[in-house]
């Protein structure tokens, strides 16, 4: 099992930055991707950044470029970096691990992470 704790989000004006961390604890000692997901308004959470144990990263299109993800693992904490944030960038941010390794697609796909954190309001003006 592992737990997941979300941290960071807010209300930002559009242009602005903005970073969600998630620390990790449980089964960490095993090789782990962590993922950021984002769901707005529906049910549908959409991939936006994924990070591997070796640091391999992956990014959605429409964040490439303007988001990055980052993780320190003697602290367990992944952060999502968000710069030159959009009004469609908003919405219920949720980290996620996949216990193992991924490539490409596979650390897109929602379906292959297992645990997931409570989820971070992130919230833009425009």
């Known amino acids: 099992q592992a737990q997941l704790v979300q941290s960071g989000g807010g209300l930002v004006q559009a242009g602005d930055s903005l970073s969600v961390s998630c620390e990790t604890s449980g089964r960490t000692d095993r090789p782990t991707t962590v993922g950021w997901f984002r769901q707005a308004p529906g049910p549908t959470r959409d991939f936006v950044a994924a990070?591997?144990?070796?640091?391999?990263?992956y990014y959605a299109d429409s964040v490439q470029g303007r988001f990055t993800i980052s993780r320190e693992n003697t602290r367990n904490t992944v952060t999502l970096q968000m710069n030159s944030l959009k009004p469609e960038d908003a919405g219920l941010y949720y980290c996620a691990v996949m216990i193992g390794y991924c490539t490409g697609p596979g650390c897109r796909d929602r379906r292959l992470y297992q645990f997931w954190g409570q989820g971070t309001q992130v919230s833009i003006s425009s």
């Open positions: 990070i591997t144990r070796n640091a391999a990263t």
